[in-house]
């Protein structure tokens, strides 16, 4: 069972654009919302998190939007770059005192930004 | 500063072949994880130990085991390799009182 769905699974959008990856956890209990950036063959890097008592989180050209009620988020790219071009997972983990840190990561998102 | 360091970067090995994964890492977390990722399935959880001296299971640890060595070192082991097990390997770690991870480079294992 895939506690988060991700999509789409793969993203082409010219340089210049906006690129949208959307992701739906089904657990109330997640309140940690990290979206990590994979380059080939690294290991993926936090790019920017949010916890869901906030709506939005800018940070430079990327947004996180978060809607608690639908159980969803997404990343939004602004004037993508080709520098952009990555692999984007969404993921979820469950917070508090104690918390294990553990993450449960969506499918993972392909993008490609042309020139 | 390394940060996380995993051990080897790529690997294969025969069905029925045992062999050990290494992570270390030089950042003083308390938590360290081994994920597995696979196309189409994002990257999944195998084992996790939360501070030194303590291991659980994540979402897929069956055909593995795990040593929290001490605080810097938390190596994966396949008893017996099979096919189902080529994938690429995370080791990530945190510390308990931040909430991002910090991930290795990766290990590719493939399984013949």
């Known amino acids: 069972q895939q506690q988060v769905k991700q999509s789409p699974q793969s993203l082409i959008v010219q340089k210049g654009g906006i690129s949208i990856i959307n992701c739906a956890y089904e657990n109330t209990a997640f309140d940690y919302f990290p979206w990590y950036q994979q380059f080939p063959g690294k290991g993926p890097a936090l790019l920017i998190a949010i916890r869901p008592d906030v709506s939005e989180k800018k940070e430079g050209r990327f947004t996180i939007s978060f809607n608690k009620s639908a159980k969803q988020f997404s990343l939004h790219i602004m004037d993508s770059q080709p520098g952009d071009s990555a692999t984007y997972f969404c993921a979820a983990s469950i917070g508090g005192s104690g918390n294990t840190g553990k993450l449960i990561f969506g499918q993972g998102t392909t993008l490609q930004v042309k020139p | 500063n390394a940060g996380v360091t995993q051990t080897p970067k790529f690997q294969v090995l025969k069905t029925g072949q045992s062999m050990t994964l290494q992570c270390a890492q030089d950042?003083?977390?308390?938590?360290m994880y081994w994920y597995r990722q696979d196309p189409g399935m994002g990257l999944r959880l195998i084992y996790y130990s939360a501070s030194e001296g303590t291991t659980d299971k994540g979402e897929v640890p069956n055909g593995y085991n795990v040593s929290r060595l001490n605080k810097r070192e938390f190596s994966l082991r396949l008893e017996s390799a099979a096919p189902s097990q080529t994938s690429v390997y995370f080791c990530?770690?945190?510390?308990?009182?931040?909430?991002?991870?910090?991930f290795g480079q990766g290990t590719r294992l493939t399984v013949v």
């Open positions: 950042m003083n977390h308390n938590s």
């Open positions: 990530a770690s945190r510390v308990v009182s931040r909430t991002e991870a910090f």
